[in-house]
């Protein structure tokens, strides 16, 4: 079966520190990857979504970037933090299929407060 | 721009009631529609899939329904419990895309 596995599940930075959030999937070859941000209270912010390695699509222009070393791989970094960048980080994967019908597998999510 | 919004606002609702939710979208016409269960702390799972041509989907307690004229989908819960509480989304996919609304929150009373 497949499963996502994202860390840490919680983060405490300070202003102006870098940062690295991994994520890794199980049990499927070639997934879409994505990743979320959801601020306290909010909906789900697309960020970055990946449907390759070396692929990365960024809907948001920010301090972030991503990256897809591996196939089952994607990795969310920041070389300063901003105190906006609080939030809670969802990683997620689908099935790579061109019908767009397929579920979002979600993980556990990383907790990130910037102080 | 495409927008996708649900209620805001918390739902309270006796047990054994049926809860409906709202999923409203505008500025595009997606052909799926998705709805998930968040829990405090959790990230999202996956509950249900509606294509555009079917007007009704059912899954135990669960049903969905698509009305393309009015841009919405309703979801709902039937017989609910106090373990139904939890926030739901709904979401459209569309070129590897998906897009979330901002979830309503149900709080089932016991």
Redesign the interface.
Known sequence: SQTIHQWPATLVQPVGSPLSLECTVEGTSNP?L?W?RQAAG???Q?LF?S?GIGQI?S?VPQNLSASRPQDRQFILSSKKLLLSDSGFY?C?W?SDTSS??????????T?LTVT | SQKIEQNSEALNIQEGKTATLTCNYTNYSPAYLQWYRQDPGRGPVFLLLIRENEKEKRKERLKVTFDTTLKQSLFHITASQPADSATYLCATSGTYKYIFGTGTRLKVLA
């Open positions: 879409n994505y979320y909010r909906g789900l697309l979504y449907v699509s809907e969802l997620a689908a767009y019908n397929s579920p979002l597998h979600f993980g556990n999510g907790r």
